[in-house]
């Protein structure tokens, strides 16, 4: 536990701010793991929820929940494993 006054008060900070990110977090992680489940089971319906998981991972690249390195190679990342469901080649 934090002793000094400037470390309880980081510490205050650092929970509101893990708080108000939570939601941008966790709409990521099932965003990111519906669409690999639709990837793996109809890459149709996939390609389809592809511009919903790119909107909300820019959000959460915008909002520094995650860089934008990050970001971009999600988004790459998904959209081969897209193309490659499809048959098309991932390159």
């Known amino acids: 536990m934090p002793i000094t006054s400037s470390a309880k008060k980081a510490m205050r900070q650092a929970n509101s701010?893990?708080?108000?990110r939570k939601p941008y977090k966790t709409r990521l992680k099932t965003e990111l793991k519906k669409v690999l489940l639709l990837v793996k089971t109809d890459a149709g319906a996939a390609k389809k929820a592809m511009p919903e998981l790119y909107s909300v991972?820019?959000?959460?690249?915008?909002k520094n929940i995650i860089h934008k390195n990050n970001a971009n190679?999600?988004?790459s990342r998904i959209a081969k494993a897209i193309a490659a469901a499809e048959g098309k080649s991932g390159k």
């Not at 701010?17 to 108000?20: D, G, I, S, V, Y």
């Not at 991972?57 to 915008?62: N, Y």
């Open 73 to 75: 190679r999600k988004k």
């Open 57 to 62: 991972i820019d959000t959460a690249a915008k």
């Open 17 to 20: 701010r893990t708080e108000r």
